[in-house]
Each structure stands twice: as C-alpha cells, then as structure tokens.
C-alpha cells in the first residue's frame, strides 16, 4: 500500500485530461453496449439523510476501479446534494491497488463526458443551454469551454447570480434565470439538476431537439410527455430494467415494446441515432462503473506522467 498514488479533489481534477476523458468514456460506452464490461448493477445502503453506493467495474484496455460515493442533502443549499467518495483504482493483471482519488470531479466530469457524447451523436445544430447550477452543471460548462470554447452556452437557473458565475466559467457563456425560455429555443439541453420532480416539460422543447438528462437521483427530472414522445438512448439497459438507484426514475414504467437504444452503439455505428430533422431525442444518464473506470485511467495515466492534452478548465 506504500505505492498507492492517493490524490485529492484538486489534484483528481487537474488530472481529468478533457480530451482523453473524451476517448476514454467513448471506449466504455462502446464496450458496455457490446456486452464487453464486467460491472454489477449499482447497490446502495440507505441512512436517514442519504445513501451510499458502490460500483466496481472492469473495462478491457482501461482497468479495474470500484467506486464508494454518498449521496446526501447539502444543508447549506436547500434542493441540492453533495456527490462525495472515492474511487480506488486496480491493476487487472495482479489486482495491485494503483491509486485512491476524491470521487466527486471523476463522477461529475466522467457524466459530462457522456451527456457532450450523447449532444454530438445526436443533437442537431443550434443553441445549447445548460439548466443547473450545481456541481454537475459546472463540470458540464467547464467540459464544454474546454472542447469547444467558441461554442456559445446559455446557462439558466432559478438562481440569478450562480447561473452568472457558472456562465463566466465559459469563454462564450451567458446567463438567465428564464429557464423556459431559454429551453424553447434550445437545440441541444443539458439537464443537470437534483430534481425531485420534472423540471423540464414537454411543451417547452423544439421540434427535433436533443435533451441530455443527468440529474434525478432523488425522483424524475423529465416530465412524462417528454419520455413518451422521445427517442430514448442510455448508458445500459438497466438504466429502464432495474429500480433506483441504479435504474432512472423517468424509465420505471415503459411499455414491454418500447425500444431503448444504448449511446455507445450508437457512437461504433451498430445502431441509428437520430432519425429525422424533428425528431426528439433524450439521453437518460444514470451513470455506470465503466465510466468511473475510463475517467480513473485518465486520472492515473495523466497524474504518472503519461497524459497529452492538459488539465481541465477550473
């Protein structure tokens, strides 16, 4: 254990490399679609005020990690939840532990990653706004400035000055506390909130927009109509077949023949995408452990010396 590389909040981030992140999360998805990834479902113990979950998992060519996060009502943000744990990386050839780094920058950008894969597979061009202004809505705007920063975002939350300083963080951001107006003419959302019911309605969405929905621990962050209307992709299949947590709460109860396609057979080409210019089209993120082991390896790759592309933005 003398050799573990133990790394901090800051330091795990500095090492999530944007563009490595990228490519590895593409890779995880690819292989959880083709059947590839040795991953139980995600099981959480339950205290009075939160939850603690645990996702091992094993990718080919990323590795071995297991993650242990909490999930508690912050006190000091009324609506929100604190994302903390860790995440402790293996060698999958002689199980050596590698490394321990701080939980919540791997989770926060390792679902960006996949909610930015989802936009670019599926999204049709036009105005992107972010709706959230917490932690995972940061990660979201920072991955974004990092991979495009020319690319305006529009960040909309009930909180006027959080969304102005999440929207400063973008090179090309700017803010509004209009949610609903902002969404109508988005072509591309990105849900990111601790909902415990829909935050975003069906009526408000453009013909052929694209809705990346990451928040929704605790209850739905999409209201019915919109699941019923939309082409809906995801992570896994568990992600519709299996109940909270590790199951999404706005794909509970769909028809035996309603038909979910998984991103990352989208992303190598074995399934369509987006079928029409008006088309509605949602990614239901509920996270899974191969992305905590793709973003892992880009930590430890990066952190020893091996990353290219750079630290992400703050």
């Known amino acids: ?56 998992g094993y990718v080919p060519g990323l590795g071995l990690a297991a993650k242990l996060v909490s999930v508690f009502a912050d006190p000091a ?22 490394a321990v780094m701080d939980a919540e920058p791997v989770t926060a950008w390792r679902t960006a990653a996949a909610a930015t894969h989802s936009a670019r597979a599926l999204a049709r061009p036009g105005p992107v706004v972010v709706v959230g202004t917490g932690a995972q ?34 090179p090309a951001g700017r803010a ?5 107006a902002a969404v109508r003419e988005a ?13 975003l309605r069906r009526a408000w969405l453009a013909p052929g927009a694209h809705v990346s929905s990451v928040g929704g621990s605790h209850g739905p962050e999409l209201d019915d109509d919109t699941i019923r209307d939309a082409a809906l992709f995801t992570e896994w299949h568990g ?16 028809p035996d023949d309603r038909q979910v396609r998984l991103l990352g057979s989208v992303l190598c080409g074995e399934s369509p ?9 949602v ?22 010396g091996h990353g290219t592309d750079g630290p992400p933005s703050p």
């Open 1 to 56: 254990m003398n050799d573990v590389l133990v790394l901090d909040r800051a330091a795990t981030a500095a090492a999530l490399d944007p563009r490595g992140l990228m490519a590895a999360v593409s890779d995880a998805l690819v292989a959880v679609a083709r059947d590839a990834v040795s991953a139980p479902p995600r099981i959480a113990a339950f205290a009075p005020a939160g939850l603690l979950g645990a996702m091992p």
């Open 77 to 98: 943000r009324p609506g929100r939840s604190t994302h903390r744990g860790i995440v402790a990386f293996f060698d999958p050839e002689d199980g050596r532990p590698l």
């Open 137 to 170: 809505a940061r990660a979201q705007v920072c991955l974004l400035a990092a991979l495009r920063p020319a690319e305006p975002v529009t960040v909309a939350g009930r909180d006027p000055v959080a969304a102005r300083a999440l929207a400063a963080l973008h």
């Open 176 to 180: 509004t506390d209009r949610i609903e």
């Open 187 to 199: 072509a591309t959302v990105y849900c990111c909130t601790g909902a415990t019911r829909p935050v």
């Open 239 to 254: 992600a519709a077949t299996t109940p909270p947590p590790s199951g999404a709460h706005e794909l509970q109860r769909l």
């Open 273 to 281: 995408g987006r079928t029409s210019a008006r088309q509605l089209t």
């Open 283 to 304: 990614f239901k993120s509920t996270g899974h452990a191969a992305l905590d082991v793709a973003a892992a390896h880009v930590v430890h790759r990066t952190a020893t």
